[in-house]
Structure formats: C-alpha cells, structure tokens
C-alpha cells in the first residue's frame, strides 16, 4: 500500500513489544486520572496541551512521560524513553516511524514550564501530601532548558539526545457490552502540538463527533459491521468487540495504514480496505454501518487555494456526500441491519431551519427500503459554519491574506448557492424487509434533542417504534422516571403550561396539553391507549375523536424518546 506521506511501519513484532511496554508502563485513562485534574484533562481533550504539561513538568512516572511526549508532543530525551520503553526503547521507536531525533538548536528551543506551585499539582501528589501541610515537588522540570545557541553544545545532549513524537498516541477507555476495553490509537498530530496548520492528509484521533457517534452506536452482537471512513480506526476497534467480522473503509491509503496499525497495537482484527464509500464492499451486506464521513461543505474555490484535507472533506460538491451514503446504504445492509452516520445538510434562504429542515434529508430518503430516524442537533448561519471549520483546520495559524481569502471565498459560495442555514445531527437508519419495504419506509424527523446525547439503546428503541403496535390497541407503559411540572396564573385552578420531564434516557423536557398529560399519567401497564382517551373525553366532556386527533402525534413522539414503553 503506498501513501502520500510516511506512516507508522507495520512491523507486527515491535508493534507487540509498544504494546507490551505501554501495558507495563500503566499508561492507562485510569493513570491519566490520577496524574491529572479534570481541568487539565478536559483541556486535553480539546487539544490544548499546555495544561496537563504544567501539571506534569518535572513528574516521572512512566505514564506522565509517555503523555508528555505523545499528546502533549513535548520533546524527551532517548534515555527518559528507554526506561519507560524498556522492550522496544527510543530506537524502536524510531523504527518503526513514531518518533524522530532532534537537532539540538530544536532541542533547546522547546517549551521550558517553571517550578509548579502546589494549585497546579497533580492529583496525585496533592493526595500524598499530610493534611496541612504543603505538597513536595521536583526541584527542576525534567524538561529542556533555554540555552545560549553560541555556547558549545553539552556533551549529555550530544550522547543522550532528544527525541520527538510524529504521532499523537494515547489511550481511550470504554464500557462496552462485553465489559470495559482499553485502547491506544495512533493518530497525526494536531495543529496544538505541531504549531501548524492540518496537512492535506491528516488523519484525525478521537475528537467530540467521534465520540458522539461512539456513544450513540447501538452494542448488539453481530455478525458483520462495517466502518465507513474508517480515519483511525477507532470506530472499527469499537465495533470488533460486538461483531464477529468487521471490515474499515476509507478513500485515504494513510487513514487505512494507521487503522491497520492501530489493528495492530489492539490485538484485534480488522479487514481493511481502501476505496470511496461502499466501492470496496460493493456485493456484501452487513447487520451494522457507522460511519462519520468527510461531509464539510467545501467549495471548489477553497478546495484549490487551501488544498482538500481528506479527513473532513468528501471532495463532493455542495451537501451531496451525505446524499451518496444514504442512497448507497441500503445496498450493503443486511434486512433489518442498522446504519448509523453524523452529517449535516444545506437548508435554503427560503425555509425556516428550525421547522423546514427536514425536507432535503427527505427527498434523499424518497424510495429507500428503510425506516428512518433523522436529529438536527444543531443549525449554524453560513458565517458560523465557515468560522468554525477554518478554525478546525489550523485558520488562526495561517497568514491573515490567506485566511480572509479563504473565509471570503466560503461566503460567496454559500451565497452564490441560496444557503440560509446549514443543518447538523446525525441519521440512523434500518433495512426493511420484503414485507415491510411494500408498505414503504416510515421516517421521523427531529429537532434538537436537548437533553443527553443519545445512546445505542436510545437509538435503536427509536428506529423499532416507528414499526410500534396499533396505538389505541397498545397498553403503554410510563418511563419510571418520568415526572411532570405545572405552571399556574396566580389564582386559577387549572394549569396554564405543563412540561413533562425524562430523568434518564434523552434527558428530555417536552410541554404537553392537558389530554397528553392524562393520558400519560394514566399509562401503568393496566388500559389500553384507546381506553384511557375514551376515559379522558369522558371526563372532559370531549368527543372522544377530538381528544385522539390531539393526543396521537405528541404520544408517539413520547413513545420514540423513551417517556412512554410499550
């Protein structure tokens, strides 16, 4: 497999020795914990380094070198390496592409961090102190130091030099259906630890959407899954532990050879193939696809002044990325099989985003033979969008001409185009089938679920309620967290607003009518749907036809989001 740039070599043996080492060296989500507090470590999952770097200045324990070095892409010296390496060491390190030497003017140059005052101690030295009194630290950061570059260079550096990270390597834990997994997954380095902006063929680690779609993933065994726009790989290791074969694509042969690497360091095995989209699994199926394509709207114009950074950019015109998946999906879904993707969309000048959205995702899914669950999370102005993926890519670090050019000629385009809004959430989708598909799909749109992110357990009662029992047959079931809150005027005996609240599942807040709110409350297992609103219109004095027309959508949207089971 040939790439546009140097990637880790895929030498099965020393790769084994990384692992052993890193296992030995306890460099772990857990160790991280222990070393650093939480501000230091949400800070790091932002990719802001300089943090967790003040909070491990002069520390030596293994894990904090390792972090050091590989996340926060501070130099080390080969020797500091060696130790916590033992197996592999600085050398192998080097052999097989992770790591480099460095001159000694680079050497000398990197960041020098002060003696840490005890706010900024780790946790972990903090809890070792007496109570009263003040906790130790290192007299002297084991870090390089600032030195004149016309002294002669020191004989130490000269025998013992420093080295640095061309990866950003660190560990990810999760709690899975099988039990909990630890995992380290190589990734490039980003513009935080290079100091310039994404290359063309960046491949990305694990940031925010990544672990959206992660958490959001449903966790059933099966047989086969698949990972589209495999990137790291780390969807694909997610997947390996509940499905029996799993294969990873992805358009970039840098992002393959690193899933393979990562494959590799994880003990686990992936087929990985090279190829756009579905192409390289053209005539397979499978019980389950995620996927978080490259679908950053990028016009031409930007595309040949900046270059196509492949892990965001599908090199498709306009929205049309997400058109191709979802037409393209169904082909390789096994019936019943599930897939899920992030995505996001163009809404026209002409339409309201936060209540005509859904129509574009529409026509896409127009003759599918699948049901569909489609989430706007979120909607941003073209200004916004643009702003927030230059900013993505490094744009504070490019010179202000090229950064205006850039951002101008986004705007344009946008404008040129009709875009008023642009839409972003997620899609799941499920294989009908041959039954099922002669009824035609059933598909459910909505907007900002403003609560928790949904989990696969979330996702996929969603997608099995859009096929639910006949409701006025159905006896429903109230979610035990379920409670409901009651706004009065001062003085009236009836409620002006009522709001039910979903402790758990989607976190959800949803204001009801007087109707929906009886209905629910009445909803222990006991009556069916039909009964309880020929009670309620009973009661109200209401035709009992009246009272369904109000009742059936809101309750099946309740029913989709949890507050009510059947």
């Not at 002060?114 to 780790?122: G, L």
């Not at 063309?200 to 086969?224: C, F, K, P, Y």
């Amino acid at each position: 497999m040939t790439t546009s740039a140097p990637v880790p070599a895929l030498d099965r043996d020393m790769i084994a020795r990384l692992r052993a080492d890193i296992i030995a060296s306890s460099w772990t989500t857990d160790t991280l914990d222990e070393l650093l507090s939480d501000d230091a470590l949400s800070a790091l999952m932002r990719d802001s380094r300089l943090p967790a770097l003040v909070e491990l200045a002069g520390v030596d324990a293994p894990a904090a070198t390792l972090t050091r070095f590989f996340i926060g892409g501070q130099p080390e010296r080969a020797s500091a390496l060696d130790a916590v390496l033992p197996t592999l060491g600085a050398a192998g390190l080097e052999t097989l592409g992770l790591a480099a030497t460095i001159d000694e003017d680079e050497a000398a140059s990197a960041l020098v961090m002060p003696r840490p005052c005890s706010k900024s101690a780790p946790k972990r030295e903090r809890a070792q102190a007496g109570e009263g009194e003040e906790a130790s630290f290192p007299t002297a950061p084991a870090l390089p130091t600032m030195r004149d570059p016309d002294e002669e260079p020191e004989p130490e550096v000269a025998a013992d030099p420093w080295m640095r990270a061309l990866y950003d390597l660190r560990p990810h834990a999760a709690t899975l259906p099988g039990g909990e997994h630890e995992w380290w997954v190589t990734s490039d380095l980003g513009e935080g630890q290079t100091g310039k902006p994404l290359a063309d063929h960046h491949v990305m680690g694990i940031g925010g959407a990544t672990r959206t779609l992660l958490e959001m993933t449903v966790r059933d065994q099966v047989d086969s899954a698949l990972d589209v726009g495999c990137g790291c790989g780390i969807q694909a290791l997610y997947l390996a532990t509940h499905a029996r074969r799993v294969v990873a694509t992805d358009l970039s042969p840098r992002a393959c050879a690193l899933t393979q690497f990562n494959a590799a360091l994880n003990e686990t095995k992936i087929d990985v193939r090279e190829g756009s989209l579905f192409e390289p699994v053209e005539g397979e199926t499978f019980d389950l696809i995620v996927t978080n394509p490259p679908f950053v709207i990028t016009p031409d114009t930007v595309r040949c002044a900046s270059g196509m950074h492949e892990y965001r950019d599908g090199g498709m015109d306009r929205d049309n990325l997400i058109a191709a998946v979802l037409r393209g999906a169904p082909d390789c879904m096994a019936p019943g099989g599930t897939l899920q993707m992030l995505a996001n969309w163009e809404i026209p000048e002409s339409r309201n985003p936060d209540t005509q959205w859904s129509q574009r995702v529409d026509e896409w899914l127009d003759g599918l033979p699948v049901d569909a669950w489609v989430v706007q999370r979120d909607v941003l102005e073209p200004a916004r969008y643009v702003d927030m993926w230059i900013r993505d890519s490094g744009g504070p670090l490019m010179a202000r001409a090229d950064y205006e050019r850039a951002y101008t000629s986004w705007l344009v385009d946008f404008r040129r185009a009709g875009t008023g809004a642009i839409g972003m959430g997620f899609v799941a989708l499920r294989r009908l089938d041959e039954a099922e598909a002669a009824s035609g799909g059933r598909r459910a749109f909505d907007l900002s679920l403003d609560g928790h992110a949904p989990r696969g357990q979330d996702v996929s009662w969603a997608l099995a309620s859009l096929r639910g029992p006949e409701l006025w047959d159905t006896v429903l079931t109230r979610a035990s967290d379920v409670r409901e809150e009651r706004h009065y005027v001062p003085g009236s005996p009836d409620p002006e607003l009522l709001i039910l609240h979903q402790g758990g599942g989607l976190g959800r807040s949803v204001p009801v009518s007087s109707a929906v709110s009886a209905v629910v409350g009445a909803s222990d297992g006991e009556l069916t749907v039909g009964q309880i609103v020929a009670a309620v219109a009973m009661l109200t004095s209401v035709e009992a036809d009246d009272v369904r027309a109000e009742v059936e959508a809101p309750l099946r949207d309740l029913i989709r989001w949890g507050f009510l089971t059947y």
